[in-house]
């Protein structure tokens, strides 16, 4: 049987009685209408009461002392956590972009679509399972690569291939029309030998780098659809990383890691980069809660980042 469908002074009514404080009816009814009390929800989770008879289960009161004023910012602190990563990604993809274009150029300027200079798995092993079943992992991404050409068919860029080079597509062309999802499909296509060339300019092997790119990909994606990110599982896992102490401490299912992970990509792709301190002043901006209810634990944040280098 589906909720009954409450006004936003009806929402606002419902926090007051589960034990939520708003000191500022205003401000709250108006992050109720712009920002929806479903995805709000996800924020104040973690101030419900916990069910003393069912293991893990919250009730719908909230803690003593829980304020709208502590959910409001802790909204403001993942949105700016969701730019600061797309900031990031950004760069990182059109770096990666390049760096894949420019390896597999060398090779044709079509080798993204030739087999012949690709990884065999990628190329020819047949799918023998699921919607892609009696494909090959490459055509299943020239499928969605097609895709993406005809998006941008509109593009000055393409109608100008169209026109004159018959639609025929160089690689450091057909860069421009791909997402982060195509590109790190691409990489993990590449031979080993490819993958290895470029993963070597970012202090990484070639299965790390593929790996980084599939969890960086999940990253993305919950940033650009704007959803909970700070202390989001990641589903996307990359493996951990073993280049110092303070990698090893790090839990590989939290956000924090794979933000270290886009710092140590941009020291190589720009490293005279402030970015590194804009993200270090946002922690500051945690908010403070009564009984810490939230903490940047939840984050993934478990080591001291003024003691290490990589955040320097």
């Known amino acids: 049987m589906s909720k009954s469908w409450f006004s936003f002074e009806q929402q606002l009514e419902s926090l007051k009685n589960k034990g ?82 420019h390896t597999l150029g060398r090779k044709d300027p079509q080798a993204h679509e030739q087999a012949d200079k690709l990884d065999g798995n990628f190329a020819k092993k047949i799918i023998k399972k699921g919607k892609n079943k009696d494909k090959t992992e490459h055509q299943v991404w020239l499928e969605r690569h ?11 860029f393409i109608i100008h291939h169209n026109n004159y080079y018959q639609g025929v597509i160089p690689i450091w062309v057909a860069i421009e029309v791909w997402d982060f999802g195509c590109m790190s499909r691409l990489y993990a296509g590449m031979t080993f030998s490819d993958r290895t060339l470029i993963a070597q300019k970012y202090n990484a092997n070639a299965k790390q780098l593929e790996q980084w790119l599939r969890s960086l990909n999940f990253i993305r994606n919950v ?69 810490k ?3 940047l634990k939840d984050f993934g944040l478990t080591v001291n980042l003024e003691d290490w280098q990589l955040w320097q």
């Open 146 to 156: 097609n895709q993406l050409l005809i998006r941008a068919r509109k593009e000055p």
């Open 223 to 291: 940033s650009a659809h704007h959803s909970r990110l700070w202390n989001a599982n990641i589903l996307e896992q990359s493996a951990q990383i073993d280049f110092d102490l303070n990698w090893l401490n790090l839990p590989n299912y939290r956000p924090f890691f794979y933000f270290c992970i886009m710092q140590h990509l941009l020291k190589t792709i720009c490293p005279n980069s402030n970015w590194h301190l804009r993200f270090k002043h946002l922690l500051t901006q945690f908010p403070v809660v009564p009984k």
């Open 20 to 101: 939520m404080l708003v000191n500022d009816d205003t401000a709250a009814l108006s992050y109720l209408e712009r920002v929806g009390y479903y995805r709000l929800s996800g924020y104040w989770y973690p101030f419900r009461q916990m069910d003393p008879h069912i293991r893990g289960k919250r009730k719908s009161l909230f803690i003593y002392d829980t304020n709208f004023k502590h959910i409001a910012e802790l909204y403001i602190f993942d949105k700016k956590l969701r730019l600061l990563a797309l900031d990031a990604l950004e760069r990182i993809e059109m770096a990666v972009r390049v760096d894949i274009a």
């Open 293 to 295: 209810t939230v903490a």
